[in-house]
């Protein structure tokens, strides 16, 4: 359920949809236009996707000359010869409000209709409140998300950093991730399972920035896995076998090797019995594997629907979706266990969030030796870069969050059903500087406040004014094409690409999967880190101090200001804090 803010800020998406409604001659309200329909949804417009009509232009190189262009191919099958009828120009161009980008004129060229934005007009729009609007997503949403973990679960002892494998330490960060994303977006979120509070995989994931609840090391979840048992003893899909029968979980297939593998492959007399594969047939459960058949109930299964039931205690509404961030090699047991759950009566909808494996060629790390290593290296590169300075407190602060940040952009980066591949050799080093992830972008956040203080020192010795209101600047001094790019690529669109992770879960029909889309945030900061360090290296923000120079400086002072709100906005997804000087 959407609650649809108020106020209307830039919209990349709802310009989109404005300029192909202009171009096809209908208004976004007419019969058919979109009525009732969500953001993620695709409309048609004479047969094409709205969301091709129009290309919104990102390269530098092209947004010299035009911001969106709708080709030639898109405009011949609206128009004879491609030629787009003065009226339905003029209805493009006179856009205005409920999100759309102001325009500045337009033209048809021989690569299609392009359009220029009213650059001066934009940057006054977003930068005149602060920017707020478009630090948070575009919609707000409702619901319960439970977040399930199953590398942290005991299976039977419980995880430590020595036995975590570097595939299970991503499943976590994919989850922490998802958790952040889906609070933002206004989801009540919750974690699964517990951890005894002072184990070291608490201490451990702490480190990464990893928040996960805990509970008192005599904490015991007995009574309640009792309960679980006893509701999957009076299960609808219990089955009784008869004496002598073995026990399968699919027809000999992969899963019930796995299964025999797990219970020693032995008779079990009197054991409990599920019918996997009715559970999905007969409640129409999509996305399953086919060759789930008949498990025997484990003690380490029943801890982990305990747990599940532990999450959703509290849940006040009438159903939640509980997300299973778990690896490939793990899918097909994640699977046994969502089916296992819902034969007890739970009703919750269930989907899964798969990671792709972690390989290290020439090598074999668990997820200690992994931050380890990275720390080590971490440590080299600032004492090669720095000196003698590298030491105390602050500088083992820097040091541990710059390897947090290392270390989740290396397993974040990459989208999460796809294999990620680390170069783990001792002698490889890692850089404080160069655009190669979680470093890069700590390092030029920081550039950002360093920026910053040299302007309030500057302010403390009279040099140069305070930063004023935005009604008091002429924004058209801001002509730059780095300032235009950071505004357009980033600024504005921010917002909805914190609207993706919501808008995965509202899809349906796609089974059991479901793409979050883990690897956005991580992309976004590094591609603008990489344009900000051009910006930065080419322009000198802070000049000369002399009347007729304030107002440019000003002008980029407050989108820098914007930028700085932007980068904290989405390290706190990672659960990163901004570093402050390097």
Same mark, same amino acid.
């Given at each position: 359920m959407e609650k649809i803010e108020e106020s209307s800020p830039l919209r990349i998406t709802p310009t989109v949809q404005a300029l192909s409604f202009?171009?096809?001659?209908?208004?976004?309200?007419?019969?058919?236009?979109?009525?009732?329909?969500? +953001?993620?949804?695709?409309?048609?417009?004479?047969?094409?996707?709205?969301?091709?009509?129009?290309?919104?232009?990102?390269?530098a190189k092209n947004l010299r000359n035009r911001d969106f262009l709708s080709p030639t191919t898109m405009l011949n099958t609206l128009y004879a010869d491609g030629q787009v009828p003065p009226t339905v120009m003029s209805k493009v161009l006179s856009l205005r409000g409920g999100g759309v980008l102001p325009l500045a004129g337009g033209e048809v060229m021989g690569e299609g209709l392009r359009l220029r934005v009213d650059r001066a007009a934009s940057f006054r729009a977003v930068l005149a409140g602060g920017a707020n609007e478009y630090m948070k997503p575009s919609v707000q949403r409702q619901g319960r998300v439970v977040i399930n973990c199953p590398a942290l679960h005991p299976k039977p002892n419980a995880p430590s950093p020595a036995t975590l494998t570097l595939g299970q330490l991503r499943t976590v960060l994919v989850a922490d991730h998802t958790g952040a994303l889906l609070r933002r977006q206004g989801f009540s979120v919750s974690y699964c399972p517990v951890l005894p509070e002072g184990s070291d995989i608490v201490a451990f994931l702490r480190t990464?920035?990893?928040?996960?609840?805990?509970?008192?090391? @005599?904490?015991?979840?007995?009574?309640?896995?009792?309960k679980v048992q006893e509701a999957l003893a009076g299960s609808p899909y219990r089955e009784e076998d008869e004496p002598g029968q073995r026990s399968s979980s699919g027809g000999g297939g992969r899963g019930s090797q796995m299964e025999e593998e797990e219970e020693g492959?032995?008779?079990?007399?009197?054991?409990?019995?599920?019918? /996997?594969?009715?559970?999905? +047939?007969?409640?129409?459960?999509?996305?399953?594997?086919p060759s789930l058949g008949t498990c025997t109930v484990q003690r380490d299964s029943v801890s982990h629907l305990a747990q599940l039931d532990h999450a959703t205690a509290d849940c006040t509404e009438t159903m939640a979706t509980a997300l299973h961030v778990t690896s490939c090699q793990d899918e097909f047991r994640q699977q046994q266990i969502a089916m296992l759950w819902r034969a007890a009566g739970a009703t919750h909808a269930q989907r899964h969030v798969v990671c792709g494996p972690v390989k290290t060629p020439g090598t074999n790390l668990t997820a200690a030796q992994y931050l380890q290593l990275r720390r080590g290296q971490m440590k080299d590169a600032s004492e090669m870069k720095y000196g003698d300075q590298v030491e105390g407190q602050t500088w083992d602060d820097i040091i541990r969050v710059m390897t947090s940040a290392t270390i989740r952009f290396e397993l974040l980066s990459t989208v999460h059903t796809s294999p990620v591949t680390l170069d783990v050799q001792r002698e490889g080093g890692v850089s404080t500087k160069g655009p190669r992830g979680g470093a890069f972008v700590m390092y030029n956040c920081a550039r950002l406040h360093t920026l910053f203080d040299s302007y309030e020192r500057g302010v403390e010795k009279g040099l140069y004014p305070e930063i004023p209101e935005a009604s008091q600047l002429d924004f058209s001094a801001l002509k730059e094409e780095g300032e235009w790019v950071l505004l357009f690529n980033y600024l504005i669109p921010f917002s909805e690409l914190l609207d993706q992770s919501g808008q995965s879960l509202d899809c349906e029909g796609g089974g059991a999967r479901v793409n979050i889309k883990t690897e956005q945030v991580c992309k976004f900061l590094? @591609?603008?880190?990489?344009?900000?360090?051009?910006?930065?290296?080419?322009?000198?923000?802070?000049?000369?101090? /002399?009347?007729?120079?304030?107002?440019?400086?000003?002008?980029?002072?407050?989108? /820098?200001?914007?930028?700085?709100? /932007?980068?904290h906005s989405a390290l706190e997804t990672l659960h990163l804090p901004p570093i402050r000087q390097l």
């Open positions: 202009a171009l096809r001659g209908k208004r976004p309200n007419a019969p058919g236009a979109n009525s009732g329909r969500g +953001q993620g949804d695709v409309d048609k417009i004479g047969g094409e996707p709205a969301d091709k009509l129009w290309f919104k232009e990102s390269s990464l920035g990893v928040d996960w609840p805990t509970v008192p090391a @005599s904490w015991s979840g007995a009574e309640r896995e009792e492959g032995g008779e079990k007399d009197g054991a409990l019995r599920i019918n /996997l594969k009715r559970v999905f +047939q007969e409640e129409g459960l999509a996305g399953y594997d590094v @591609s603008l880190s990489k344009d900000f360090s051009s910006y930065y290296n080419r322009v000198h923000v802070l000049g000369e101090p /002399l009347p007729h120079l304030f107002n440019q400086m000003l002008c980029r002072l407050r989108m /820098l200001r914007a930028l700085t709100d /932007l980068y």
